[in-house]
């Protein structure tokens, strides 16, 4: 079982690119999120979607888009990269709606850097 | 709004050793607990969960005990072991239907041979 896939895994930017950081999930799963992880701050939401068709801002959205492309995919966009976002980032999933255990499926991680 | 504080690390442990990593939260509702454990290099992957008061989670010899009059969730194992070492972030999980997950900073743990 694959799971929660990410790619890439690795990233180098410049100041003022862009990127889309891609993500599928093969479990069926309603609900997707992105977090990204820095040093001594755990985990911070960014976007996530509780279902398809919908999107919804996290705790630190700025600087980013979100698109759920279908039930499977939810891709996360930088679309002018800033040093701050050095991070790295998690997509994840769960059931999500009646069938919501609260459990998160992640996936293996981006690590990003922007110089 | 919901808030998670764990212990500060990084914590260093002799093989065998007792483990306690302590997390408190802070939330309007009556929400899930969880501790999530990451391996180096890998995603964060559920180690167990308590969804009401006084409801214990175990798993791998691990346990957290939903204390809610003390609005805590600490993490226990009595005895660690070197393939332990990882980061345990504690989390808590409203109750709506996004099911969100608030997350401590995480602690780093390292078990000596």
């Known amino acids: 079982n694959a799971g929660v896939t990410q790619t890439p895994k690795f990233q180098v930017l410049k100041t003022g690119q862009s990127m889309t950081l891609q993500c599928a999930q093969d479990m069926n799963h309603n609900s997707m999120y992105w977090y990204r992880q820095d040093p001594g701050m755990g985990l911070r939401l960014i976007y996530y979607s509780a279902s398809e068709g919908t999107t919804d801002k996290g705790e630190v959205p700025n600087g980013y888009n979100v698109s759920r492309l279908n039930k499977r995919e939810f891709s996360l966009r930088l679309e002018s990269a800033a040093p701050s976002q050095t991070s790295v980032y998690f997509c994840?999933?769960?059931?999500?709606?009646?069938?919501?255990?609260?459990?998160?499926?992640f996936g293996e991680g981006s690590r990003l850097t922007v110089l | 709004g919901d808030s998670v504080t764990q212990m500060e690390g990084p914590v260093t442990l002799s093989e065998e050793a007792f483990l306690t990593i302590n997390c408190t939260y802070t939330?309007?509702?009556?929400?899930?607990l969880f501790w999530y454990v990451q391996y180096p290099g890998e995603g964060l992957q559920l180690l167990l969960k308590a969804t009401k008061a006084d409801d214990k989670g175990s798993n791998k010899g691990f346990e957290a005990t939903y204390r809610k009059e003390t609005t805590s969730f600490h993490l226990e194992k009595g005895s660690v072991q070197v393939s332990d070492s990882a980061v345990y972030f504690c989390?808590?999980?409203?109750?709506?239907?996004?099911?969100?997950?608030?997350f401590g900073s995480g602690t780093q743990l390292t078990v000596l041979p």
């Open positions: 939330a309007t509702g009556y929400p899930s």
């Open positions: 994840a999933s769960t059931y999500g709606g009646g069938l919501n255990t609260g459990e998160l499926f």
């Open positions: 989390a808590l999980s409203d109750r709506g239907s996004a099911r969100q997950l608030t």
